[in-house]
C-alpha cells in the first residue's frame, strides 16, 4: 500500500477528538490516546469512529507518511525505542526487515494471536513470523492485482471499454504494450497509455517466480532474467511514448488522475481508495476494472504490529486484532477495496458478489478472490522495499532523459549489491 509525507508531530484523522501533544498515553478526561502509525488509505477512517463508540475510553489518531518515509522513520524510532505509535503498520517488502529484530515489538502469540492464526491465509501469517517463531505482526490486506483503466478515454481511441474485451486485448504483458501503441495512434492530445513506468513494472515483478532474493536472503535481482526481461520491456514502453512519465503516489501523480492524463494503471486491491481518492467523484463511472496480464501476481498487502515501546500495549493489542478481524476486513473492501488476507471471507456471497459503483459497477468481489485464491506469495527479502523503491528510481532516470535503459539497469544493480 500507499502516500503523503510526514510532519514528525501528529497528523490527526477526523475521527479522533482533539489531542494535547503527540504519542501514546493518557488523552483529557482520562482517557486512554492511542497513535497508529500508517501510510496511505488503509480503510480505517470509519472502523476508529466505530471503535471508538464502542471504547468511551479510548481515543485514537493516526498519524499518515508516505511509503519510503513512514518504514525509514519506524526503523529509526525502533533503534531508539522512542518515538513509534502504538500500532505500526508494516508493508510486505518490509516486513523481513523488521522481523529481523522481533525484540523491538510485542510478540503477539503471547497476547492470543496463536489463537487466532487460523484467520488469515496461511502465508500471510508466517509472513510475519520471526525465525524463532514470535508473531510480530497481525495481517491486514493481500494485494492481488488488476488494472484499472479510464473507459472514455479508450472509447476516444477506437478500443473496447468492456472489461471483457478490454482483458482480451493484453494476455500477456507484450499484448499490453502493443495494445498502448494502438491507443497513443488515436489518443486524445497529453493523454499516455500507463501513468509511469514504475508502476508497471512492480506489477510485472510480482508475478515472477523470483523476485529479487532468493530464500536465502541473496540479492539476486542481477542474475534474474525474468526481471531484467520486464524491465527492457517496460523501457521499450516509455522509450515508445507509452508512459506519462509520473512516479506513483506523488503530488503529479495524483494530479495525473484529476486531469485524466493516462488510460491505464496497474491495480493491486488497494490502489483502487488511492484512484477514488484522487480522481474525485467528477470520474465515478468512468474508471473500470479487468483481469491483469499475465494472469495473477501479488503487489503489497500489510500488517500491524505493536511496538514494545508503546505505553498502552494490551488495548494497542486488542485494537490491532479487531481492526484485522474477518468482520472488520469485510467492511474496508466493500468501503476501499482493500482485498482481505481472510480467507472465510472469499466464500462470502457480501464479498464475491460485491460491485464496486465508482468502477462502472466492476464485479471486483469474484476479480480479486479469484485473483486471491491463485495467489503463490513472492519471496520477500530484508530490504526488498528498498530495492522496490531503487528499482523505481532507476526507471524513472529513462524517463527523464537521464540515461538510456542499460545505463540505469547496470547503476541500480551496482546500488542493490552496495
Known amino acids: 500500500m500507499r502516500p503523503k509525507s510526514l510532519a514528525l508531530g501528529c497528523a490527526v484523522m477526523a475521527t479522533a477528538l ?4 503527540c504519542g501514546s498515553g493518557t488523552a483529557s478526561g482520562g482517557k486512554t490516546k492511542l497513535t497508529i502509525g500508517l501510510f496511505g488509505n488503509f480503510g480505517y477512517a470509519e472502523l476508529l469512529k466505530e471503535y471508538q463508540a464502542a471504547h468511551p475510553d479510548i481515543e485514537i489518531s493516526d498519524r ?14 525502533l533503534a531508539t525505542s522512542s518515538g513509534t505509535a502504538d500500532i505500526e503498520a508494516v508493508d510486505t517488502g518490509y516486513v523481513n526487515q523488521f522481523k529481523a529484530t522481533p525484540d523491538k515489538f510485542v510478540d503477539l502469540n503471547t497476547k492470543g494471536g496463536d489463537q487466532l492464526k487460523d484467520r488469515w491465509l496461511p502465508w500471510k501469517w508466517e509472513g510475519s513470523l520471526s525465525k524463532d517463531g514470535k508473531q510480530i505482526g ?19 481511441a477506437g478500443l473496447p471499454a468492456d472489461r471483457d474485451q478490454v482483458a482480451a486485448l493484453w494476455p500477456t504483458w507484450q499484448d499490453f504494450m502493443a495494445a498502448g501503441k494502438k491507443f497513443q495512434e488515436k489518443a486524445p492530445e497529453g493523454v499516455k497509455w500507463f501513468d509511469g513506468g514504475p508502476t508497471v513494472l ?11 532474493y532468493d530464500k536465502t536472503d541473496k540479492i539476486v535481482v542481477g542474475d534474474n532474467k525474468e526481471i531484467k526481461d520486464a524491465w527492457n520491456l517496460v523501457v521499450d514502453g516509455v522509450n515508445s511514448g507509452l508512459s506519462a512519465k509520473l512516479l506513483f503516489s506523488t503530488p503529479v501523480w495524483n494530479t495525473g488522475f484529476k486531469q485524466g492524463q493516462f488510460a491505464t494503471v496497474t491495480c493491486p486491491a488497494w490502489q483502487m481508495a488511492k484512484i477514488k481518492d484522487q480522481a474525485g467523484p467528477e470520474a465515478a463511472g468512468k474508471w473500470d476494472v479487468t483481469s491483469v496480464p499475465g494472469g495473477g501476481g501479488n503487489w503489497g498487502g500489510s500488517y500491524l504490529t505493536v511496538p514494545k515501546s508503546g505505553k498502552n500495549i494490551d488495548k494497542a493489542v486488542e485494537l490491532a486484532a479487531w481492526l484485522t478481524a474477518p468482520e472488520q476486513q ?23 458478489d460485491y460491485k464496486n459503483p465508482y468502477f462502472n459497477d466492476a464485479p471486483i468481489g469474484k476479480l480479486f478472490t479469484d485473483a486471491a485464491k491463485k495467489l503463490n506469495p513472492q519471496y520477500q527479502g530484508p530490504k526488498a522495499g528498498d530495492i522496490q523503491t531503487a528499482i523505481g528510481n532507476a526507471m524513472q532516470r529513462v524517463e527523464q532523459g537521464k540515461q538510456n535503459g542499460e545505463d540505469s539497469w547496470r547503476q541500480f544493480v551496482g546500488d542493490v549489491q552496495k
Request: aromatic share 8%; with cysteine; charged share 15%.
Open 202 to 212: 512492480n506489477a510485472i515483478v510480482g508475478q515472477a517466480s523470483v523476485g529479487y
Open 64 to 77: 499518515t507518511a508516505s511509503y519510503s518515509d513512514h518504514h525509514k522513520n519506524l526503523a529509526a524510532h
Open 18 to 21: 482533539v489531542l494535547s501533544g
Open 138 to 156: 497481525y495481517g491486514t490486506d493481500v494485494g492481488g492485482l488488476a488494472i484499472c483503466y479510464r473507459r472514455d478515454l479508450l472509447q476516444n
Open 330 to 352: 469485510a467492511k474496508v473492501f466493500k468501503s476501499a477495496g482493500l482485498l482481505p488476507s481472510t480467507p472465510k471471507l472469499y466464500e462470502d456471497p457480501s464479498i464475491v
